[in-house]
């Protein structure tokens, strides 16, 4: 049996799997939180790691209050979450353009989506979005 697998899906699985690694490695003893989502019950198996990730300044939940455990992670959400949680908020580029037609670059996102298209975590689509 032969495994075929392209390069970009073999980054996008070292990707996941790194942030899953990252994700399961965090030490959650002590950690208080001013910060609480209406959705995220501490009884909840995730709860530590909402938490923890709120304050690593990696996720923010929605104004409503909520995080939305349940909802999937639009490409804006994930580069955040891939380009902080991989590289850092130092290694911002804010200056930088992809050139994704896709991307106001004065969206909340364009910096993270930009920044992982320069890292290589992203790459976009052949119709350059």
Do not use: C, H
Not at 64 to 77: E, K, M, S, V
């Amino acid at each position: 049996m032969e495994i075929s697998l392209s390069l970009r899906s073999l980054r996008r699985s070292i990707a996941g799997l790194s942030l899953l690694a990252l994700l399961a490695s965090m030490s959650f003893a002590g950690v208080a939180k001013a910060q609480t989502f209406s959705d995220v019950d501490p009884d909840d198996w995730y709860y530590e790691y909402v938490e923890s990730l709120v304050d690593l300044g990696v996720v923010e939940g929605y104004d409503d209050g909520t995080f939305g455990p349940g909802d999937t992670l639009n490409r804006a959400q994930a580069a955040k979450i891939m380009v902080l949680a991989f590289a850092g908020e130092g290694e911002l580029d804010y200056d930088y353009d992809a050139g994704f037609p896709d991307v106001d670059s004065d969206a909340w996102y364009a910096v993270y989506v930009n920044t992982a298209q320069k890292l290589g975590i992203v790459e976009g689509y052949e119709d350059g979005t």
